[in-house]
């Protein structure tokens, strides 16, 4: 069974700093990897979408990489603000099934 | 493109009652669809996967006679929520696929159950 763990579970900066977040999953078998932005109360928010044959998606101030070998995602944000708070979520796609970490809660403060 | 909705986004409801969640994709044909539910600062974790015209295919530890799902039509898709307990109070989020090579699964809003 699929596991993914997202480090680290909270996370607190400044505002401006770049930051990185972590997910790592058990089985390299995946067809997708994603990332998604969740604010409180709310659904989820698509980021970036990695195919498995990619290593990395980049999207504004966002960027996502895939080390399918090492079962290992990053999503890097730079020049971090405070709508950047949020909770990013990590899922791998395998076939239709998508398997969650369970998150990483930022705080960018003023 | 590919927005999906969900209704109501808030319910609350006595114990014992049944309460029902509509999913629907607004602007493309959804042929599978997905319920997922959310304790607070869990994961999401799949219940089941909708297809149009068959039976849902639930995961493993979900009731399929509690949680009933309907998906009529290539836009909607119904989870019911039957006999509502307290246990039962979540964030479901349905999810449907658009189509295309990468299989992206596009989120509704969520609805908010609460049982009292």
């Known amino acids: 069974k699929q596991e993914v763990t997202q480090i680290p579970a909270a996370l607190s900066v400044p505002e401006g700093e770049n930051l990185v977040l972590n997910c790592s999953f058990t089985?390299?078998?995946?067809?997708?990897l994603q990332w998604f932005r969740q604010d409180p109360g709310k659904g989820l928010t698509s980021l970036l979408l990695?195919?498995?044959?990619?290593r990395e998606q980049t999207s504004g101030r966002l960027n996502a990489s895939l080390d399918k070998s090492s079962g290992r995602s990053t999503l890097y944000i730079a020049a971090s603000q405070p709508g950047d708070s949020a909770t990013y979520l990590c899922?791998?796609?395998?076939?239709?099934?998508?398997?969650f970490g369970k998150g990483t809660s930022l705080l960018v403060t003023p | 493109g590919a927005v999906v909705s969900q209704h109501p986004s808030r319910v609350i409801c006595k114990s014992g009652t049944s309460v029902k969640i509509e999913c629907r994709s607004l602007?493309?044909?959804?042929?599978?669809m997905f319920w997922y539910r959310q304790f607070p600062k869990q994961s999401l974790m799949l219940m089941a996967t909708?297809?149009?015209?068959?039976?849902?295919?639930?995961e493993q530890g979900v009731e399929k006679d509690k949680f009933l799902i309907n998906h009529a039509s290539l836009t909607l898709s119904t989870l019911t929520v039957t006999s509502a307990h307290p246990e039962d109070s979540s964030f479901y989020i349905c999810?449907?696929?658009?189509?295309?090579?990468?299989?992206?699964?596009?989120f509704g809003p969520g609805t908010r159950l609460t049982v009292l």
């Open positions: 899922a791998v796609i395998s076939g239709y099934a998508l398997n």
């Open positions: 909708s297809n149009e015209g068959s039976k849902a295919t639930y």
């Open positions: 990695i195919q498995s044959s990619q």
């Open positions: 999810s449907a696929i658009s189509g295309g090579a990468s299989n992206e699964q596009f």
């Open positions: 602007d493309f044909q959804a042929t599978t």
């Open positions: 089985d390299s078998a995946i067809y997708n």
